[in-house]
Nanobody, 112 residues
C-alpha cells in the first residue's frame, strides 16, 4: 500500500518560516502540496514533477519553494514570509495508476 507521510507543521509567527516534508513509500511522479481550511475546498499550493518542473499558486509564488529528493522519495515545501492566511492543514498528494493518494495532513498555524 502506497503511503504519504507529512511532517514539519507547527505554530509560527507571521513572517516566519517552516519546512514541510512528504515522505512516500514508493517512487512517484508528480507530487503536490494542497491546503485546506474549515469550510473551504482543498486548494493546490505547489507541485513538482519527477523531473523537477514546478508549479505554484499565485498566493504563494515567491514565498514558497517546492523541491524533491528522489533518492529519499521525499518532497519538501519551504515556506517563508508566512502570513496568517497561510494557516491550514497541508496535505501532499500523488496520482498513481489512476488512484489519488493523500497523506494524513499536517497543521500549519501562523499567528499575527
Amino acid at each position: 500500500q502506497v503511503q504519504l507521510v507529512e511532517s514539519g507543521g507547527g505554530l509560527v509567527q507571521a513572517g516566519g518560516s517552516l519546512r514541510l516534508s512528504c515522505a512516500a513509500s514508493v517512487s512517484l511522479n508528480t507530487i503536490g502540496w494542497y491546503r485546506q481550511t474549515p469550510g473551504k475546498q482543498r486548494e493546490l499550493v505547489a507541485s513538482i514533477s519527477s523531473g523537477g518542473s514546478t508549479n505554484y499558486a499565485d498566493s504563494v509564488r515567491g514565498r514558497f519553494t517546492i523541491s524533491r529528493d528522489n533518492a529519499k522519495n521525499t518532497v519538501y515545501l519551504q515556506m517563508n514570509s508566512l502570513k496568517p492566511e497561510d494557516t491550514a492543514v497541508y496535505y501532499c498528494n500523488a496520482l498513481r495508476y489512476g488512484i489519488n493518494i493523500w497523506g494524513q495532513g499536517t497543521q500549519v498555524t501562523v499567528s499575527s
